[in-house]
């Protein structure tokens, strides 16, 4: 079996965790090959911790190594677009984290104060999507939206019971909530493209999208698509009073993005997905779903989940030992995940994006539904500008 080579753009976070569930896809030849980053150190680093190869000086010193069949971007947002095109000019097949795009300005842009409308914005992310669609297409390459949801465990399972009887989806709760990221990318619009409402949100969004067009799939062929999305949005780490705590557990500083944002998105069939997203939860991450439907209820506790309980007076007890993403504490009862990625989906993804790639054949989380969720977030913004329900129909 030819092996697959794969090139890693990116060296923080996503990239780590990539790296890792690449290497739990079994029964594939995958090599991963090397890396770059925006700094030739933290490349280097990155390569040393997980034992690659070699590091490139630039993406473009990457795409030119013939060997390598899949480039994998774990980049800020607003380099998926440039980054997608480019890979795609160099026939690479493609692995992007999510989101898909969005609208970044011109780089140096302040968004505060909404001089641009949020319509404009939407029209913009559309496009660069679009842009993304041709390239990938006119190019033979495979695409692979890197969101975790459509992999995750739980929520397969939940899709599988769906499957198995005549079944309305009613309505779908969703929610993913932190304390605030930790990459300084995602507290200014220019590099991320949104708030909570789209960084955070495309996850649930994504996970509520999957499960009714795999609806629509079996009933009539076709996905159940949004039609309208209603939508708010707050900046609650501004509140005066918050702004004087002295110690800060949540993130603050953000300088012109959501921390909290909340959308009711309709679909075709007057069924509805209920989305949160905010960076001001504390008590370690919440990646919830919940389907309720004519024949069942269906609660995905991706993270946390009562999978595993620990105790401990005192963190030194733990050494090193991980618990779960983003947990202030990690002394008393918690909620400990005995393998988060597996329960994240990352590995199922992973495995799928390969298998995709070798088989020359769409993965499950495809550049389609990468931009559905675009819109839908993005639609969600306009309709917390305006005040009032947009309408997606003809976006779709
Ligand atoms: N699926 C998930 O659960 C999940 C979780 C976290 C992040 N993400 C996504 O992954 C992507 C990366 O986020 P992160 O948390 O890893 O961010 P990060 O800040 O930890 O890392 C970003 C990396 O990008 C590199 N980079 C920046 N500019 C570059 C350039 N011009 N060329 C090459 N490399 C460059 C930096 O060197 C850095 O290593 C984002 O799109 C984010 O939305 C997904």
């Not at 480039?71 to 992007?96: E, S, T």
Request: hydrophobic share 40%; net charge negative; with cysteine.
């Amino acid at each position: 079996m030819d092996p697959i080579v794969i090139g890693i753009v990116g060296a923080g976070f996503a990239a780590s965790f990539h790296v890792e569930n690449y290497r739990r896809v079994p029964g594939l030849n995958i090599r991963i090959k090397g890396v770059t980053a925006k700094r030739a150190k933290s490349a280097q680093t990155f390569a040393k911790r997980h034992q690659l190869e070699t590091t490139y000086d630039s993406v473009e010193e990457l795409l030119t190594d013939p060997e390598i069949t899949i480039v994998d971007l774990c980049v800020p947002n607003f380099l998926h677009h440039p980054l997608v095109i480019q890979a795609a000019q160099a026939g690479k097949h493609i692995v992007c984290e999510k989101p898909l795009t969005g609208y970044f300005g011109d780089g140096t842009e302040k968004l505060v104060g909404h001089k641009i409308s949020r319509k404009a914005m939407f029209e913009h992310a559309l496009k660069s999507a679009d842009e993304m669609i041709d390239a990938v297409k006119s190019n033979g390459v495979i695409f692979c939206y890197a969101e975790n949801w459509i992999y995750a465990p739980s929520i397969q399972k939940a899709n599988n019971i769906l499957a198995q009887s005549e079944n309305t989806i009613f309505r779908i709760v969703a929610e993913e909530s932190h304390s605030g990221s930790h990459s300084a990318y995602a507290k200014e619009w220019r590099y991320s493209g949104g708030g909570s409402l789209f960084y955070k949100g495309c996850h649930p969004v994504a996970g509520a999208l999957y499960l009714k067009y795999n609806e629509g799939l079996r009933k009539e062929g076709k996905p159940i698509k949004p039609k309208s999305v209603l939508a708010q949005v707050a900046n609650l780490t501004q509140i005066d009073s918050f702004v004087h705590e002295d110690k800060k557990w949540v993130q603050d500083g953000w300088k012109d993005c959501e921390d909290w944002g909340t959308m009711v998105i309709t679909f075709t069939d007057d069924s509805i997905a209920q989305i949160t997203a905010a960076d001001i939860v504390l008590g370690g991450i919440k990646n919830i779903i919940t389907v309720y439907s004519s024949k069942s209820v269906i609660q995905c506790n991706i993270n946390p989940n009562t999978s595993m309980l620990s105790y401990v007076p005192d963190e030194q007890i733990l050494g090193n030992v991980y618990i779960r993403e983003k947990v202030e504490t990690r002394a008393g009862w918690q909620l400990t995940n005995p393998d988060e990625d597996w329960m994240n989906g990352f590995p199922h993804e992973l495995e799928d994006f390969c298998q995709a790639i070798t088989n020359r054949q769409a993965p499950k989380s495809t550049l389609e539904l990468a931009r559905d969720i675009l819109a839908v977030c993005y639609g969600a913004y306009i309709s917390a500008e305006m005040q009032q329900q947009f309408v997606l129909s003809n976006w779709m």
